[in-house]
């Protein structure tokens, strides 16, 4: 087939307002299709309400970019930047489905992007766990740095990621990031603390199309 990358990237665009920059693989754009699906269908399983929809109206501003930098990452606040080869991790789609609830953030979140300065649900859930995004300790200093880097400092040990090296206890961001895409993707081995996991329900009902 000649163009069925084209043809999906296409469909993406028509069905959840994506945009992507530059070439894109077949492999690499059904990655990011099946995400919004699962996505979709785990809101629809929580929610009741057009999942697919959900996926348009929160995370349809979406524009894929590669990247040629070490990490993914969600710049300045719409702009999804995929790590080149991340279609060959693992877990590529919680990979990308990690990096859309920073979007998510971002849109639930104020004019500045939620991600780097807070104020978004990421801050919400820390605040419902019983910690302060404000107190976070700012070990890498910086103004943005703290968000993503230097731990999440909640007060009840059974709140962080098991074992406690996970990524998601890094930082703010990615504690409510990897809540997100291990919550799509239960089966992959990652148990999200219990009490995050039935914020994420609860909220996701608030957070509705
Ligand atoms: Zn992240």
Redo the contacts with the bound molecule.
Sequence with gaps: MVNAGGELREDLGHKYGWRFWGKWSSPELEIIGCSGMRIGDFVSATTGADGQEWVRKHLGNAIFVHFIGKY??VFPKRMVFLVRGFANKSHAEAHVT??LA?LLDNNLGGFFPATFIGRGPADALVYYLGGNPKQAPRKAGGLFKWRWYGGINLPWQEDLWQPAALYGNNSI??YF?EVFAWSVYPDAGHRVPSRAAEWLRTNLRRWSI
């Design positions: 993914s990452l990690h990096e920073h961001s990615d990031a």
